[in-house]
Each structure stands twice: as structure tokens, then as C-alpha cells.
């Protein structure tokens, strides 16, 4: 098959990783891969799972330039299936794939838009024009589990324009042995200048509004209070954020207003290598997202074998199951009960974190997520035949 990946980003995050490892699948098993992509760090990587890229910016909500070069290209390089991430990209590339009468062609708004933190009468808009694309010229639309194919579907998409198919991860990537792990969180601590022996409560993302930083920085404060007033010696205790943002400046400010800034550690924008380095080096993984499409950092630190505290969206608890505690979203006291309880009782989780990473092994392996959307391209383009 000739497969074409199009999104408006070109630096590293859950969705730039879902297209990473679907890049990297398909060009394994053989499938000529493109990708069309804004410049920036995550070009090289895909240039190294095997796509042929082309790097270019949609300026427009619809982008008139866009849609007349993807068409081209659609045409010219006679692309079978193509396959678009986010709105900007998804509504200009279903346009494109019309006017080029290509066979397949996927959308997928990993976030539902409704659930977007945004103005009220812009995220109106974005639901009705996507609705409308969807149901008149995706082929399907993807919904990384049950929960976010209901919330499309209140949005107005057609239910049978809907497919479910989760997010995976190699859980061989997230495997350390206790020597390893002690060498990669040395490594890191080090870097951030914080003692290589200390407690790390850990979070990886981008730092916008919909990841909820402000509600874990704030019950971080909390928690260090509360577990001075108990008695606890949390001297040696941490929270290191690995990512940068439009909102770095501002998570930076809130810590050093709560007194908290030389316990509160951000990296900014970090090489794809330390990605692993990073959950080797936490003790915990708190994601307080307030918005989620799946979150596949969370099924990183399950298989990583962290404990995990994470909001209590529908779509993470179905991710999650009963191997991680959840806490109400953008609940701050909640949050900090829940960082203290697993701060005093850390030892007894050990069982838990073995069933977390068992549970990515079964249901959210890079080969099974790479196999359906193989399968899925391919039924598709048998239809059309």
C-alpha cells in the first residue's frame, strides 16, 4: 500500500508518537509510507522509521495552498490510504483526498472536540464543521476507545463512520532491569541537579492548559505541607515535569509563588532519547489531565511498572483499569490526598505495578495496534474495489 500520514506539528507529543509508531509498522511490513508534517525534531525521526516527508504548515483553518499541493500529491504518487491527525490537518486533508478521489481516507480528532479547552462558541464551530467532513468524506474516523467513540457520536458523527482502535505501545522499550533503572535515574537526577537518591513524583507532557499542571504543581505544595504536619521527612521529595510549553513560564511562576520553585523541576523540550530515561527516573506518575483523547504517556508508565495517580476521565479508566488511583479531575485537595497515600504506602504497590505492565502487554501492544490499522486499510480498500 502507499499510505500518506498528514498533521500540523512537527515537535514530539502523544499524537506525534501514535504517528511514529504507525509510520514505523507500516514501513516494516513492507507499505511505502509519506508523511506530510510542519518541520521541526519529529521530521528526522520519521525520516528514520522509513517515510518519505514533506514539511509544510497548514496557515488556515482551511487552507486553500494546502489543499491544491496535497491534491497534487495524492494524485501524482497515487496514494491508496490516507490518514489525518487533528482538525486543522483532518478537515484540509479529507478535502484534499475528494478532489484527488483517494480510495481511503481516515480522520482522527484524538480529542474529542467537545471535551477541548477552548471558547465556547469556536468549540461550537470546530463540532459542526468537522462533523460535517467527517459524515461526507472520511471513509472513518478513528476512537482510541468506547468512551471516545460516544462522546464523537453525541458530537453528531454517524456511528458507523466510527472505529475503535486503542493506542499501543513496545513494552520492550519500557523495560528495565534494576541495574538499568538505577543508571538512567542517576543520569537524569544529576542532569536536574536533584539528589540521586530522592522520591520523584513524575509527569510527561506538554505544558498546555488541558494537561492540568497547575492542579498537580498546586497539590504538590499541598502535599509537602500536609506531610510535614504528619511528620514526614519530605526533605528529599521532588516533582520533576519532563516536557516545555506554551504555559512553562507560567507553571514556573505558580511554583515560586507557593515558596516551592527548588522542589519543582521542568525540563522544557527534551530529546526523544530520554523519553525512557525519564520514567526509569520516577518513583510515581501523576497525570492530572483535565482533557484526553487516550493518553498514551499513561500506558507508558504502566509499563514502566510506576505507580500511577491520573484524573478520573472515563477514557483513562478504561485505560487504566484497577491497576492505577484516579482522583476527580482538577480536584486539588483530592490530588493531594491521593500523592500523599501513595507517598506513605509506596511499598505495598509493588503488586499493582506488575499488573499495570501485564495489562499493556495485553491489551495495548505495538503489534496488535500496528495489525489493526493494517487490517482496517486494507478491508477498507478491498470495499472499494
Not at 149 to 156: H, L, M, P, V
Request: charged residues 25%; glycine residues 6%.
Amino acid at each position: 500500500m502507499k499510505i500518506l500520514y498528514t498533521l500540523n506539528s512537527g515537535s514530539p507529543g502523544g499524537m506525534e508518537q501514535h504517528v511514529l509508531d504507525l509510520v514505523t509498522g507500516m514501513a516494516n511490513r513492507g507499505h511505502e509510507v509519506f508523511v506530510w508534517c510542519k518541520e521541526g525534531p519529529i521530521v528526522e525521526q520519521f525520516q528514520k522509521a522509513g517515510a518519505k516527508t514533506t514539511t509544510t504548515e497548514i496557515t488556515f483553518d482551511i487552507c486553500p495552498s494546502y489543499i491544491l499541493a496535497l491534491t497534487e500529491f495524492l494524485k501524482k504518487e497515487k496514494v491508496e490510504v490516507v490518514h489525518a491527525h487533528e482538525l486543522k490537518a483532518a478537515a484540509n486533508t479529507l478535502i484534499a483526498g475528494y478532489l484527488a478521489k483517494t480510495p481511503v481516507k481516515i480522520s482522527h480528532t484524538h480529542t474529542p472536540i467537545s471535551e477541548w479547552k477552548i471558547d465556547p462558541f469556536r468549540k461550537r464551530v470546530n463540532v459542526l464543521a468537522n462533523t460535517f467532513l467527517v459524515n461526507y468524506l472520511a471513509t472513518r474516523e478513528i476512537a482510541l476507545t468506547e468512551s471516545r467513540k460516544n462522546t464523537k457520536i453525541s458530537e453528531g458523527i454517524r456511528e458507523g463512520k466510527l472505529m475503535v482502535i486503542p493506542n499501543g505501545v513496545n513494552i520492550d522499550k519500557f523495560t528495565f532491569s534494576p541495574v538499568e533503572r538505577a543508571e538512567l535515574k542517576k543520569e537524569i537526577l544529576e542532569r536536574y541537579k536533584i539528589p540521586t537518591n530522592a522520591f520523584t513524583f513524575g509527569f510527561l507532557s506538554r505544558i498546555t492548559k488541558e494537561k492540568g499542571h497547575d492542579v498537580l504543581v498546586k497539590a504538590f505544595a499541598n502535599f509537602l505541607k500536609r506531610a510535614e504536619q504528619k511528620g514526614q521527612d519530605v526533605s528529599n521529595v521532588y516533582l520533576l515535569l519532563a516536557g516545555g510549553g506554551n504555559l512553562e513560564d507560567s507553571i514556573k511562576k505558580l511554583a515560586t509563588d507557593l515558596g516551592i520553585s527548588k522542589k519543582v523541576v521542568i525540563t522544557g523540550v527534551f530529546d526523544a532519547v530520554d523519553l525512557t530515561k525519564f520514567y526509569a527516573s520516577f518513583d510515581a506518575f501523576v497525570f492530572p489531565s483535565l482533557a484526553e483523547g487516550f493518553g498514551i504517556v499513561l500506558i507508558e508508565a504502566m509499563a514502566s511498572e510506576l505507580s500511577i495517580i491520573c484524573s478520573d476521565l472515563p477514557v483513562l479508566q478504561e485505560v487504566g483499569g484497577s491497576t492505577v488511583m484516579y482522583s476527580e479531575v482538577g480536584n486539588v485537595e483530592e490530588l493531594t490526598e491521593k500523592m500523599y497515600d501513595l507517598y506513605v504506602r509506596f511499598d505495598r504497590f509493588e503488586q499493582v505495578r506488575q499488573d499495570a505492565r501485564r495489562r499493556v502487554a495485553d491489551l495495548f501492544s505495538l503489534e496488535n495496534f500496528v495489525t489493526k490499522y493494517e487490517n482496517l486499510y486494507l478491508e477498507l480498500l478491498e470495499g472499494m474495489v
